[in-house]
C-alpha cells in the first residue's frame, strides 16, 4: 500500500484515471472524515432528534466531506464513469421511510436522518468520480482500519472490565469495532492471495484479526470467516507463501484450541448469561415488528428511520433494540423498503458473480456486508455497513463497469491490484516532461 514514486506537480489537477499522490491522499482522507462523520461517538445512544456537540460536529464533519469531494470532482478531468442506479433505489427507501414518519409522527427527526444519509449517499457518489474504482475500495478500506486500530487502542482498558475490546476514541460498541476490523481484513487476505505473503501485509492483518477476536462478535467473526472463504474461492491461490503461511497456522491454530481458552471464551464470553439473554432479547423485538398485521400502514411504509427501538414486555426493560438491518428496514420503511433493499442486493451478488474485472474483490466484501446484516443495523442508515453497500453497489453499476474509454485500463489494472503502478507511471511521465 506505500507508493514510493514521486507524483507530478499537479497535485489535485488531473484524470481520474491517472490520480496524482496528493489526489490519492486527498480522497483517503475525505473517506476517513465520511467514517468519522457516520460511526457513533457514544456507545449506547441512539439519535431521537434535537441537537447537541455530538451532532452538529458529526453533521460538519459530513459537509466539510461533502464540500471537498465536490471541490475535489471540480477540478478533475476525465472523470469516472458512475451509475446512480443503487443510489436511485435507497432514495426510494428513505421516501418511503421519511412518509412512515410523517404519519406516525415523529417526522422530524427521521428528516434529519434521512438528511445525513443523503449527504452521505452524494458524498460517495462524487468520491467515485474522482479514482479509479480499485482505489476508492483500498482508500475506504484503509480507513476503516486506521479508526478502528486507534478505537481499538484507546478502547484497551475497556478489554479489562467487561471482556470484550470496544472502541475508545472514537466510543463504539464491540460488534461496530468487528465491522471495523472485519472488511479491511478480507481486503488484506486478498492482496496476499494475489500479490503473495509480504511482512507487512501479515502484521496487519494479525494486528486486525487481534481486534475482532477481542471483540467477542461471534457474528462479525462468522462473516469474516465467510469472507474470506469466498475470497480464496474467488481468487485462488496464486503464490506458494500463501501455502506456507496457511500451513503455519494450522500448528499455530491447534495450540491455541489445545492449550488456551480463546475458542471457548469466545462461545460462550467467557461463560457469560449475556449470550442467551442477549439472544432472547433480540427475537423478542423481532417478534413485535414481524407480528404487525397486513392491515396496519406502518406494516407497509415503516414508522421512519428514527425508529431504532419497538415497546417489548421483557423483564428489566420495556423497550429493545433492533439488532437486524432486515428487522430495521422493516419498522423504518415496511414491505416496500424491505423489497427494494432485498433487490438490490440480489442484483449486486449476480452483478459480483458475472463481472470478472470486479469479482475478485467485490464479492468477498459484499459477502460480509450481507452476512453482518442479519444480527446488525445500519444497512440504511447513516452507518458503516451503509457506506460500505453504496461503495459496493455503486462500483457494480453497469455504467461504472463499462462507462469510459479506458475501462480496458481500469480491468488490468484491478487484475493484479497494482497500486504504486499509477504513482509510477506519473513519474515516468513526469521524468519524460523533465528532458524535454
Excluded at 470532482?73 to 442506479?85: H, K
Amino acid at each position: 500500500m506505500h507508493i514510493e514514486a514521486d507524483a507530478p506537480v499537479n497535485h489535485l489537477h488531473g484524470s481520474a484515471h491517472t490520480p496524482s499522490r496528493a489526489r490519492l491522499v486527498a480522497v483517503g482522507t475525505l473517506y476517513i472524515l465520511l467514517i468519522a462523520s457516520v460511526i457513533p461517538w457514544r456507545s449506547q445512544t441512539i439519535y431521537s432528534g434535537g441537537l447537541d456537540f455530538v451532532v452538529v460536529a458529526k453533521a460538519l464533519i459530513a459537509l466539510v466531506a461533502f464540500g471537498s469531494a465536490a471541490l475535489l470532482a471540480v477540478r478533475t478531468r476525465d472523470r469516472m464513469s458512475i451509475g446512480i442506479g443503487p443510489a436511485a433505489v435507497m432514495t426510494i427507501v428513505m421516501l418511503v421511510s421519511a412518509l412512515g414518519a410523517l404519519v406516525a409522527g415523529n417526522g422530524a427527526a427521521t428528516i434529519v436522518l434521512v438528511l445525513r444519509v443523503f449527504l452521505v449517499m452524494a458524498t460517495i457518489l462524487i468520491l467515485l468520480t474522482t479514482v479509479p474504482w480499485t482505489v476508492s475500495i483500498r482508500s475506504l478500506l484503509t480507513g476503516m482500519a486506521l479508526v478502528g486500530v486507534v478505537a481499538a487502542a484507546t478502547g484497551l482498558p475497556g478489554l479489562v472490565s467487561t471482556g470484550r475490546l470496544g472502541g475508545g476514541i472514537p466510543e463504539i460498541h464491540p460488534n461496530e469495532l468487528a465491522g471495523l476490523a472485519g472488511a479491511p481484513l478480507i481486503g488484506l487476505v486478498i492482496v496476499m492471495l494475489r500479490r503473495g505473503v509480504r511482512l507487512n501485509t501479515l502484521i496487519a492483518s494479525v494486528v486486525l484479526l487481534t481486534i475482532a477476536v477481542a471483540t467477542g462478535s461471534r457474528t462479525g467473526l462468522a462473516a469474516i470467516v465467510f469472507g474470506i472463504v469466498v475470497a480464496v474461492f474467488v481468487n485462488g491461490i496464486r503464490d506458494r507463501s500463501v501455502v506456507y503461511a496457511l500451513l503455519g497456522c494450522l500448528p499455530l491454530g491447534y495450540a491455541i484450541a489445545s492449550f488456551t481458552n480463546v475458542f471457548g471464551s469466545l462461545a460462550t464470553r467467557a461463560g457469560s448469561t449475556d449470550t442467551t439473554s442477549a439472544l432472547d432479547s433480540r427475537f423478542d423485538a423481532w417478534k413485535v415488528v414481524l407480528g404487525w398485521g397486513w392491515d396496519e400502514w406502518q406494516k407497509w411504509i415503516g414508522l421512519g428511520l428514527s425508529a431504532k427501538t419497538v415497546p417489548v414486555d421483557i423483564k428489566w426493560r420495556d423497550e429493545q433494540v433492533l439488532d437486524s438491518s432486515w428487522v430495521s428496514i422493516l419498522a423504518q420503511s415496511g414491505l416496500i423498503g424491505v423489497t427494494l433493499v432485498a433487490a438490490l442486493l440480489l442484483w449486486c451478488v449476480v452483478t459480483a458473480c458475472i463481472s470478472a474485472s470486479r469479482r475478485w474483490l467485490v464479492l468477498p466484501l459484499l459477502v460480509l456486508v450481507i452476512f453482518r446484516s442479519t444480527t446488525e443495523s445500519g444497512l440504511v442508515d447513516s452507518a458503516i455497513p451503509f457506506l460500505t453497500l453504496m461503495v459496493l453497489a455503486s462500483v457494480l453499476t453497469h455504467r461504472s463497469r463499462h462507462g469510459g474509454s479506458v475501462s480496458a485500463h481500469q480491468g488490468a489494472e484491478s487484475a493484479t491490484w497494482q497500486w504504486d503502478a499509477i504513482a509510477d507511471r506519473q513519474a515516468v511521465r513526469a521524468a519524460g516532461a523533465r528532458e524535454n
